[in-house]
């Protein structure tokens, strides 16, 4: 390690947090992938912070320690990691470099034997930062701290007091997945289905809404299979209504749910609650029932119609995003058809489309036939269109109506904030007012692609930053 960062701490002497020591770890963070990721990432720093006297600088700084919170939901995910891990080596040779997360939990060997990476840290394993990162910043060759799951059944995650260079603010209430769908890794990166508990999903939210965070989204891997593994069970609809009563001026969305998952009492709770706000993300993936057969999902393509009425029936301003995989393997042009059938004639407001990733270990990679990239590219195309057209036909909708938004910290350009609305639209506010306003805005017009709104009426003066 260079004099000028050994001049920073003396490596034996990592220095507990509390410590008359004046020399901090500098540690950068960079997360991968999805919002629990970027969760934990939170939860990380939180975690070193409560430990050891550090110091979180920005990823293109000097540091002791490169810390990657890897994701695998792609081979492209995989590609950025290594590049990322490469890159931080290349420019500070003698700091040190680890790769925690989902990757390194399901190919620990394949990144411990590439020489830029000085440790690898499963999702099982990361939280333990007080055995890691000592032994990290202490030894000279690489370590690997891979756990099976099997070995920490429950939910385990620190309390995070806010969220770095966000407004509206994640919060992991339920990790792992009981399920087995063909194409899928995350069930091996992040093990079994296991849920937070209700009192340490309150102390979260306290923490957060102390901080002045007006709106949280409720995070998970499987989000809709909260609650069944504690005891007694605690149903998803049940926790809402619990937390709705407990944080009356908390504002909350849910991450993602399987259509299947839709019921009349969620959306009960939509209709008698204005903090629940009218967007949900449907984890879909196919609009063909044959397809979805082949993925092993838990619903046919009925289900996700039926779901996907009830929820505009509930409230036609509902905003409706999907994700949905094309060319998973064996698609036919009728298949295709069906999905793209099934986004034409409901309403959603935007949609994710991912081309289908055979990822190593899994079922759908060893199906056949595989489709061919370039059919793949027409029909991400295709749907990528599609989508487009709906969500400005959704977005019209809205021009001269008020909605509440929460203004977000990046995005915006010259005399206007970027800002986020109950349904989910993202609107160009014009005027200065701090990261996590939240207020009610008249949406105006259009301009360059964008919606357009002003602040009627500010509701929090509060900060979420
Ligand atoms: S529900 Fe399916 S796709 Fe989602 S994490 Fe579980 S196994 Fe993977």
Redo the contacts with the bound molecule.
Sequence with gaps: MSEELQKLIPLSELAPKGSSSSAAVKVAFWTLGCRLNQYDTEGLKTAMNSRFLMEVVPWKEKAHVYVLNSCTVTHKADQECRRLARQAKRRHPESKVVVAGCYAQTQPEALSNISEIDAVIGNANKDDVEQWLPQVLGQDHPLLAVDDFQVHPVFDSPVIDSFTGRSRAFVKIQDG?N???TY?L??QARGPGRSRTQEDIFLQLQALVDNGYSETILAG??LGGYGRDLSPRLPLVDLLRNILQRFPQLRIRLSSIHPNEVSEELLDLYRQHENMRPHLHI?LQSGSSTVLKRMKRPYGSDRAWEALKQVSAANPEFGIGADIIVGFPGETDEEFEETRRMVEDLPFSYLHVFRFSPRPGTPAAEMKPQISPQVITHRSEVLRQLAARKKEEFEKKFIGSVREVVIEADGGRDGFKNATTDNYLSVLVEGDFPAGTLAQVEITCVSEGSLIGKIKQILNENQGE
């Design positions: 997945c399920l087995r769908c899928c995350i069930w891997i499987h984890s």
